[in-house]
Nanobody, 123 residues
Framework: VQLQAYGGGLVQDGGSLRLSCAAS????????MGWYRQAPGKQRELVAV???????NYADSVKGRFTISRDNAKNTVYLQMNSLKPEDTAVYYC??????????????????WGQGTLVTVSS
């Protein structure tokens, strides 16, 4: 199972970006999917998470500006980021809790991480 993230880049203060993250491999089902970020010199923090039922949760710092969504048919999670601020600059990582098909009827639940995509917001 792999997660591949896309969509980072350089944007000006107040701009928008959309991140995507697709899961692939021997997937039986996906529970929660989410986005984390890590700024230079800081710990990784949760940005937003969406359950397989569509319930969402956001960090206070991004509420009202970011929207997380998922396409279960495509095993993909998105993060629409609007009104970006310089303090949003970080490497963004996608995460998913996935039941992987190991063999036959054997499955294993694990957390998987994407490779990270850099978002830079210039002032």
């Amino acid at each position: 199972v792999q997660l591949q993230a896309y969509g980072g880049g350089l944007v000006q203060d107040g701009g928008s970006l959309r991140l995507s993250c697709a899961a692939s491999g021997s997937i039986f089902s996906i529970n929660a999917m989410g986005w984390y970020r890590q700024a230079p010199g800081k710990q990784r923090e949760l940005v937003a998470v969406v359950t397989n039922g569509g319930n969402t949760n956001y960090a206070d710092s991004v509420k009202g500006r970011f929207t997380i969504s998922r396409d279960n048919a495509k095993n993909t999670v998105y993060l629409q980021m609007n009104s970006l601020k310089p303090e949003d600059t970080a490497v963004y990582y996608c995460n998913a809790r996935i039941w992987a098909q190991v063999s036959g009827t054997s499955r294993r639940l694990s957390d998987y991480w994407g490779q990270g995509t850099l978002v830079t917001v210039s002032s």
